[in-house]
């Protein structure tokens, strides 16, 4: 009998290539490592010895040698033998999640479908399709030591009919489906790529050596502070405090409640890295709802852990900075292969990334599943979370915190009102680190919030231009270009701006600028939309802000006398006639009922009483939107204990829609060169991809429609289009969509 093989080598002998009982052993056996986390080791390795089952066909067999000779192989579906095994042994529960695991192993976890249905990628076409001979040829060549072991159980708490969890099931297969992604990807490396597989493994400080270190990090900085006596030092010492004495509490789900510079990053950070200390957990996984504010607190964390921050944290999103000079260092190399399945002590990383992997049916977006397990999630600015998608998102945390050993903590100084009551059944039972949330607000007030009624741009650009520092906020890019324009022409010197038609590059340079004009006390006059207020450490003594939600109104207040220094900061809050963005009205409607005469906006109690508003207000949205849309029939199957349609759920719990297109903008040297060279690209290159990101503006799909219509823009074989205009990309706004064509300014 011919000997069967896994993989082969490039222009090597067979007697070099990998043994395909090796590779089932070694994936079965990493496969029951990453699932004997939360008790699902033998069926991980199950899925682990049968994923390949069907490269034992002959078929497959033939396929190899052809590849490697160079002759026209075909293709050959190995993914199927395994799930039609699974069946074989029985309808049990247990045979139908190792179905779903093994065939989706390649392409992603099906739908269940009908055998009936239209779609061939669904799991009951593919096993009820008569056009499968490899699938039955590769059962019968499989020895039966292999294909005949027995099937366990799954876990008792999974399949609990009495459970209160709606997505336990599904829950469950995407994570075993992780486990055997990441078990599969890893021994393929192996054997393939050992350059790849070695460059991975580095030695990663431990949650211990990270705690120790962060310790003496923040007993620095307060011995600082001492020497300046001031209430925000003495709040930051007591919400420190209370994150390390809440530490030690059993594990679950958490708030942190505490106002804006109060120190929730560190104080968080002390929390987490303390509880999992406690509960003997593997990393901490700090996810936040935008990139920029992402890459401030990795920068915050590894400063923080010293030497050791540079494998300790992960930073993972989609404009993470690669290293500079011809080729990537080994820090970066780590980094770049460590994303894929996020085995760092700390990830820092977006809502984005962390939200929609449990809800994902890629093989790519499941691979790093399995690491949330055991660990702490910490949900920043946690008034972020998406109202449209909130029963799925709750029951998901609630779900991993049930059966995952994973604690959970949202941290806001504006707390949506998450916590279960009646009139919130989906709600979460939240224990309050901090004591006493109320009192610390009160502790921490460094402005008073009024309202100033209706005021014209005109009033506006008045009302900026008399102030030395004052940060204005509107509601949408093109009001603030328009007050920009506006404030320029009265008073246009230390005028600066910042919009998301700025790329990430730009605005973080213009970000620092403004830190710095505002440390030595010079005139600084910013008009931004809302990217200003989410995590960005600014301070100014007067804020000026356009009627918006009250979360948004009062993290504009956490960028007015931050620091408490001198007089109480002003929070002015205007209305104005341009029309909010879509989806703002909700918002203002439950702004409008609890900001009334006399009521105090930085009040906890007005906060909250704001959330229940704006909550029942879109109470109907709880479940991801019962229109025709296509979302509904996704998240019904989700939150359904036993319809189990993956890639539909997956398509529907989107955080952010897919009504822009990335467009690359040559801001700067770098972005030029970046530019040029996505532009003229014959292939695609991951190297340039992830360069650009930092030179990326989000535009509606007709707006670039209409750039490469008029020869502004390019399409490019990596995907996103580069602009070639370089006079509508202006380095005091950004992109100007609305500009004139010059001619003479097309880069090429």
């Not at 900075?321 to 760092?344: K, M, P, Q, T, Y």
């Not at 993956?646 to 690359?664: G, H, K, Q, S, T």
Request: glycine content about 6%; charged content about 25%; aromatic content about 6%.
């Amino acid at each position: 009998m011919s000997p069967t093989y896994a993989h082969t080598l490039r222009g090597r002998p067979e007697t070099e290539w990998e043994p395909l009982i090796r590779h089932l052993d070694e994936v079965a056996a990493l496969t029951r490592a990453h699932s004997g986390v939360f008790g699902a080791a033998e069926l991980g390795a199950i899925s682990g010895l049968w994923h390949d089952l069907g490269k034992y066909a002959p078929q497959f067999q033939a396929y190899l040698r052809d590849s490697e000779a160079g002759r026209p192989a075909g293709t050959v579906d190995h993914s199927t033998a395994g799930a039609i095994n699974a069946l074989k042994s029985g309808l049990s529960d247990a045979a139908g999640v190792l179905a779903f695991v093994i065939s989706g192993h390649h392409t992603g976890l099906p739908d269940l479908g009908t055998p009936e249905s239209e779609d061939g990628s669904c799991l009951r076409r593919r096993l009820a399709s008569p056009h499968r001979p490899e699938s039955v040829d590769a059962l019968k060549a499989a020895p039966s030591p292999v294909k005949d072991c027995v099937i366990p159980e799954l876990p008792p708490w999974v399949d609990d009919p009495g459970g209160e969890s709606p997505l336990r099931v599904s829950m469950f297969v995407r994570m075993l489906f992780s486990c055997l992604i990441d078990a599969d990807r890893l021994a393929t490396e192996k054997f393939c790529s050992p350059e790849r597989a070695r460059e991975r493994r580095v030695a990663k400080p431990s949650i211990a050596q990270l705690s120790v270190a962060l310790k003496t990090h923040i007993d620095t900085l307060m011995a600082k502070a001492a020497r300046e006596v001031s209430p925000i030092a003495a709040v930051r010492g007591q919400l420190l405090a209370a994150c390390r004495q809440a530490a030690t509490q059993p594990q679950g789900l958490f708030s942190l409640t505490a106002p804006t510079g109060a120190g929730k990053t560190l104080s968080s950070m002390t929390f987490a890295l303390q509880h999992a200390l406690e509960h003997g957990l593997r990393r901490v996984i700090y996810a936040l709802p935008f990139t920029s504010v992402t890459e401030q607190n990795a920068d915050v964390f590894r400063e923080a852990f010293g030497a050791m921050g540079i494998h300790a944290v992960l930073e993972h999103h989609s404009a993470c900075r690669s290293a500079s000079g011809e080729a990537e260092d080994c820090a970066e190399v780590w980094r770049r292969l460590a994303v894929e399945n996020w085995d760092a002590p700390v990830i820092v990383t977006t809502n984005v990334q962390l939200l929609e992997s449990l809800f994902a049916a890629r093989t790519s977006e499941c691979r790093k599943l399995h690491r949330i397990a055991e660990s702490v999630v910490i949900l920043d600015e946690a008034q972020s979370l998406p109202v449209a998608l909130l029963k799925p998102t709750l029951a998901a945390l609630k779900e991993i915190a049930a059966s995952y050993r994973t604690s959970v903590v949202l941290c806001s100084a504006t707390m949506p009102a998450v916590g279960h009551t009646e009139d919130f059944p989906i709600g979460l039972t939240l224990r309050e680190i901090v004591p006493d949330p109320q009192q610390m607000a009160q502790s921490m007030r460094r402005a008073t919030v009024s309202r100033v009624g209706p005021k014209s741009d005109d009033e506006l650009a008045e009302r900026i231009a008399e102030e030395r520092q004052v940060l204005a906020i509107v509601n949408t890019r093109q009001h603030a270009a328009r007050l920009f324009e506006g404030v320029g022409r009265k008073n246009p010197d230390a005028l600066l701006h910042l919009s998301a038609l700025m790329c990430p590059e730009h605005r973080s340079l213009r970000v620092a600028e403004i830190k710095a004009r505002l440390a030595r006390g010079e005139d600084c006059r910013v008009i931004s939309t809302q990217v200003v207020e989410a995590g960005v450490d600014i301070d100014f003594p007067v804020v000026i802000r356009a009627f918006a939600g009250l979360d948004s109104i009062i993290q504009a207040a956490g960028r007015c006398n931050r620091e408490g220094r001198g007089d109480t900061g002003r929070v002015e809050v205007f209305e104005t006639d341009v029309q909010p963005p879509p989806g703002m009205r909700t918002a203002l409607d439950a702004t409008g009922q609890v900001l009334l005469p006399g009521v105090d906006a930085l009040d906890l109690r007005t906060i909250e009483q704001y959330f229940r508003f704006y909550y029942w207000q879109r109470s109907q949205e709880w479940d991801g939107g019962l229109s025709s849309d296509g979302r509904s029939v996704g998240l019904t199957g989700l939150l359904s204990h036993r319809i189990l349609a993956f890639r539909a759920a997956a398509e529907a719990y989107r955080l952010i829609d897919d009504w822009a297109e990335p467009l690359v903008v040559p801001h700067g040297e770098k972005g030029r060169e970046v530019c040029h060279r996505l532009a003229n690209a014959d292939r695609p290159d991951r190297s340039d991809l992830r360069d650009s990101q930092r030179f990326t503006v989000a535009i509606p799909p007709q707006a670039l429609s209409r750039l490469l219509s008029e020869g502004r823009a390019v399409p490019t074989v990596a995907g996103p289009a580069v602009l070639t205009c370089l006079s509508i990309y202006s380095e005091s706004v950004g992109l100007q969509l609305d500009r004139a064509l010059d001619p003479t300014e097309l880069m090429v």
